[in-house]
């Protein structure tokens, strides 16, 4: 069964960091494109950093510039490095896999609130 179980939300207060995991269980990271992506309250699931197979990396531009996205493969993790917080990150973010020959799975999300 697939399982990608996200960790590391928390309070943090304006202007500061937060590192966020996403621990793989029946699935390669390796083989999966990966991504995270948050819903804050009232508004729509957005965008925040993709890892494809092949390395390349995107970001939406809310996020450029403050956080950066990093694949662990021997951890089968992805982690989300987020710098520079502001009022706009709070959110629930989730981890996403994705296979072109199968289903996306998601994790249950972990909240981030940034206290401003």
């Known amino acids: 069964q697939v399982q990608l179980v996200e960790s590391g939300g928390g309070l943090v207060q304006a202007g500061g960091s937060m590192r966020l995991s996403c621990a793989a269980s029946g699935i390669s990271v390796a083989i999966y494109n990966m991504g995270w992506y948050r819903q804050a309250p009232g508004k729509q699931r957005e965008l925040v950093a993709t890892?494809?197979?092949?390395?390349?990396?995107n970001y939406g531009d809310s996020v450029k510039g403050r956080f950066t996205i990093s694949r662990d493969t021997d951890k089968n993790t992805i982690y989300l490095q987020m710098n520079s917080l502001n009022d706009v990150d709070t959110a629930v973010y989730y981890c996403?896999?994705?296979?072109?020959?199968?289903?996306?799975?998601w994790g249950q999300g972990t909240r981030v609130t940034v206290a401003s």
């Open positions: 890892v494809l197979v092949g390395g390349r990396i």
């Open positions: 996403n896999a994705q296979s072109p020959y199968a289903s996306s799975y």
